[in-house]
């Protein structure tokens, strides 16, 4: 398949980053852009993002439950 060169100017931040997780998944940052593109474009980013809604919705009581506790727990190592 024939490659095309693109330009894109973003703030730095957002190249170091993209470079790491680029290196983490074994990808060349041309390749990761890509692969980002075509979950996009299929749907599978949202999808993704459906999915973790309704697992917060389903369990955010939980993770609720978890930062009370610990918070109380903070508040009585302060005190």
Known sequence: MAKTQLGARVDNEIKELAEARA?????????????LVREDTSGLRQRGLDAARRF?????????????????????HAA
């Open 23 to 35: 290196r983490d998944r074994g990808l060349s940052l041309g390749d990761y852009i890509a692969v």
């Open 56 to 76: 917060l919705d389903d369990h955010q009581a939980v993770f609720d439950e978890a930062e009370e506790a610990d918070r109380r727990s903070t508040e009585a």
